[in-house]
């Protein structure tokens, strides 16, 4: 803390005439009331010292400012209020200037934008995710950030709620220049260069018009995006009236439609996203419990999904070993990996150079034995009972004691695979989504005899690859196919009931689901459902309600989208209602003597999500799940429900 105490969170101290002014308020610096409060009080001190000739305002920590303090978001809002306080820092008589340390997110963006000049570190961050949060920024942002940077990148920054790095930043001309080393010494010289002269106050500037056509392009590509939510259509609205509006009207427009967002459903549901993702990670009783060191993965099995996996692995600066049966499977598996790093390059997401850096850490071979020195070995073979047993006792033998073994079954039981080791303690279940190079989502399986610290360094190397790592107990399908069996079944009733198809498919998708559930099972194939419904034929309860229309398409030869038919006709690759499949549902509902009933959309949401929350409940009481925003998470960033209802469990009340 500097020598003049603001506030609880804010202080101050002056070097070469420049108060340095600190933002302390762990763990990311929110703009909570002592840091509003402590700001002004700064100000004041400022403006009273004759000695002073301007501000510097930084970040304690590696974050500048996270943004307003989303805690505050269900309590009315206390002054001073933060487009006070920046209103104040615009039209403050002496400089200030941001010196942006780390993360300036939000209200912390929002403070810099009103700065009359802005200087970052070369790892500090800018972005603007209040429609993340279902508001939009309620501190001046969609005013300023036209201003000083014009509409396109304006909209799209606060359409998207990106963030920008420091060189980013730089070259859209929303900082003024990036530290070479001492910031808050480089911000301090701006202070001087600009002090006695004529500030530049965002407010003032006149945002640049442009043609109606690239707003139009511009809006449009957030709007595509939208699907449903209110909050970046208000955005673009915003950022549109920055180009008409006086700036005082622009403020008070923003106010007005931040307050109306913050207190709505979809902003609620979205910052109930936002705890449930940083709750997710912690594990009651496991806190204290350090992770084992991972330097070098293997990863058996280079498919679709082991390709996916080692190009993550490769991505979070892991050593990666895949394997596979033969020389030429294990040549294939190296094509398949680089294949993707390859798409990563041309769609920009990767450069060249990373490229060749990644490849480096990457071998595949056909020799189990290669995997000696693995610290951890993720099997991504095909999804059979035998063949992962078989694998697993092999893996037993070769690899270290201390290393960890990860199944990635999707429906097998990793504990039956866990006891055909000797050392059931170090397997886990680590159930990846396709593709698992982009799927963000990862179940980590608690099995029955897992020990803490192998489930704990389980969930370490998923974050780690940037995953949402989420703790499941042991269950056929986990707590995401579980669910999905849940609502699938449902959906099917229906059909039997009297919705048709692409009605329930309809219903999903105005609620904001990217696909109806039929339009997916197209894309995915309806084959290997069919194979395992076919296993599972014996063991059915006979009194159990049955629905054999997929059975029927399936007899019929269509499989989905690839052979051209399924639950639609796909003429032209166009997916398309097909009376024959109409035909083939009223014939089935007649044949089980079944009156039909149409069905609002309402009705089929109403029952989706009961059956979804129904499943979810037994989950929790079967302790399959932890908590039931867990369950949430998993809807959300495995099967397509919408962020921004927050969950099938919050839709319902459970989780709050
Ligand atoms: N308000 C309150 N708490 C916050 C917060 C915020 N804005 N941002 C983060 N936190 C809390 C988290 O809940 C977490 O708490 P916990 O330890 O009790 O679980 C803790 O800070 C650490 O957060 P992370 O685990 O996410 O830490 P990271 O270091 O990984 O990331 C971060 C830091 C990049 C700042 C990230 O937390 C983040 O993205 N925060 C949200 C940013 C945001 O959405 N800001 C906009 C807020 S709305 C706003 O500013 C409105 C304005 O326009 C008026």
């Known amino acids: 803390m500097g020598d003049l105490h603001f506030s609880d969170t804010v202080s101050g101290n002056i070097a070469d005439r420049v108060l340095v002014v600190t933002i302390d308020n762990p763990p990311v610096n929110a703009t909570s009331l002592s840091v509003r409060s402590g700001l002004m009080a700064a100000l004041d001190y400022a403006a009273a010292e004759d000695a002073v000739r301007g501000i510097v305002i930084t970040g304690a920590g590696k974050t500048f400012i996270g943004g307003a303090d989303i805690k505050e978001f269900g309590k ?22 941001a010196a942006v340390n780390g993360a300036a997110l939000g209200g912390g963006c929002e403070l810099t934008l009103a700065c009359h000049g802005r200087v970052a570190a070369s790892a500090a961050s800018f972005g603007l995710p209040e429609v993340k949060l279902g508001i939009v ?4 942002g969609t005013q300023r950030l036209p201003r000083l940077v014009g509409f396109v990148a304006a909209v799209e920054m606060i359409g998207t709620g990106r963030s920008l790095k420091a060189s980013e930043a730089l070259g859209i001309g929303l900082i003024d220049r990036i530290a070479a080393e001492a910031l808050v010494a480089d911000a301090s010289a701006l202070v001087d260069a600009m002090a006695g002269g004529e500030l530049r106050r965002t407010g003032a500037l006149v945002a640049k018009t442009i043609s109606d056509a690239d707003i139009d392009a511009a809006g449009a590509k957030i709007l595509a995006k ?15 009236a920055a180009m008409t509006l006086p700036f005082a009207d622009g403020l008070a427009e923003e106010r007005r439609t931040f307050l109306r967002l913050r207190d709505s459903q979809e902003a609620a549901a979205l910052r ?3 705890f449930a993702e940083r709750a997710a990670g912690k594990v009651e009783r496991l806190e204290k419990v350090t992770p084992r060191d991972i330097r070098c993965v293997g990863v058996v099995g280079t498919g679709l999904m082991g390709s996916g996996i080692a190009v993550s692995a490769l991505n979070a600066g892991y050593q990666v070993i895949g394997v ?5 499977g294990a040549a294939k598996g190296h094509e398949r990996i680089a294949g993707l790093l390859d798409k990563a ?12 850096e990644r490849l480096r850490r990457l071998t595949v071979v056909s020799d189990l034995n290669a995997l000696r020195d693995a610290d951890l070995v993720i099997e991504a073979v095909f999804d059979d009972f035998d063949v992962k047993t078989d694998l697993f006792r092999h893996l037993d033998d070769v690899v270290r004691t201390d290393a960890i073994l990860a199944t990635n079954t999707s429906y097998l039981d990793p504990d039956a695979i866990a006891t055909a080791t000797c050392h059931p303690e170090r397997v886990v279940g680590l159930h990846f989504f396709s593709p698992a190079n982009i799927m963000r989502l990862v179940e980590v399986v608690n099995c029955a005899r897992t020990e803490s610290e192998v489930l704990v360094t389980a969930m370490t190397f998923a974050k780690r690859l940037g995953k949402l790592a989420i703790v499941c107990g042991v269950t056929e399908g986990f707590i995401g196919n579980r669910v999905f069996s849940a609502y699938r079944r449902e959906a099917e009733l229906m059909v039997e009931d009297g919705a048709l198809p692409h009605e329930i498919d309809q219903a999903m998708e105005a609620y904001g689901f990217p696909m109806g559930l039929f339009a997916v099972y197209d894309m995915a194939g309806l084959e290997i459902a069919w194979a395992r419904r076919k296993r599972q034929a014996a063991k059915r309860d006979p009194n159990a309600r049955y629905v054999d229309i997929a059975d029927r398409l399936c007899e019929a030869g269509r499989f989905g989208q690839k052979s051209g038919r399924g639950w639609y006709a796909y003429p032209d690759g166009k997916r398309t209602v097909d009376p024959d499949v109409t035909a083939l549902v009223v014939t089935e509902r007649t044949r089980k003597g079944i009156k039909p009933r149409s069905l609002t959309a309402d009705e089929i949401m109403t029952r989706l999500l009961r059956a979804m929350a129904d499943e979810g409940q037994t989950l929790l009481s079967e302790g399959i799940a932890i908590r039931a925003s867990d369950i ?25």
């Open 324 to 328: 596979e049966q033969s020389e030429e």
């Open 272 to 274: 109930h996203v936002f």
């Open 76 to 97: 009315p809002p206390e002054a001073p209020l933060l487009p006070d306080v920046y209103l104040r820092i615009e039209q403050f008589g002496k400089p200030v200037v």
């Open 137 to 140: 920024p309620g501190a001046g």
């Open 345 to 356: 390059v041309q769609t920009g997401r990767l450069d060249a150079a990373g490229r060749e």
């Open 632 to 656: 949430d998470l998993v809807m959300i960033n495995g099967y397509g429900f919408p962020a921004h209802k927050g969950g099938p469990m919050f839709a319902a009340g459970i989780a709050a």
């Open 226 to 240: 939208a699907r449903g939510q209110a909050a970046p259509v208000e955005a673009l609205r915003l950022v549109k």
